[in-house]
């Protein structure tokens, strides 16, 4: 019996798959209705995460002059550069990233409530 074939006996029903929670259900749904929109939910949730940890992201503070390193193009050691008054530019964008979650945060809660006012 060197040319016949065995079969392998599998129960009638496939492994069951475990299935996704439902947030991450609706995440996927989402971003395959709507690329743009979890694209732009992608740069939203970077900011924040900017935002909140710049004090970690940024290798300097915003206001830091480096010795000996004005207006040096981007490299590994400052991924941006420096400006001309020897700043690290990437550390000034990460600080700056709360300057601008704040106003736009602030922004859409203002005409939130202007917009939802008593109507009397």
Avoid: C
Wanted: hydrophobic share 50%.
């Amino acid at each position: 019996m060197a040319n016949s074939v065995g079969t392998l006996v599998v129960g009638e029903h496939a492994p069951r798959r475990w299935p996704l929670p439902t947030l991450a259900r609706l995440a996927l749904e989402f971003v395959r209705r709507k690329p743009l929109g979890a694209l732009g939910g992608a740069i939203v949730l970077a900011l924040l995460l900017m935002a909140v940890f710049a004090d970690r992201i940024a290798p300097y503070s915003y206001d830091q002059s480096i010795p000996l390193a004005r207006s040096k193009p981007p490299s590994a050691q400052f991924w941006m550069g420096t400006d001309n008054l020897s700043r690290d530019v990437w550390s000034r964008v990460v600080y700056g990233a709360r300057i601008s979650v704040t106003v736009g945060f602030a922004t859409v809660a203002l005409a939130t409530v202007i917009a939802t006012g008593d109507r009397a």
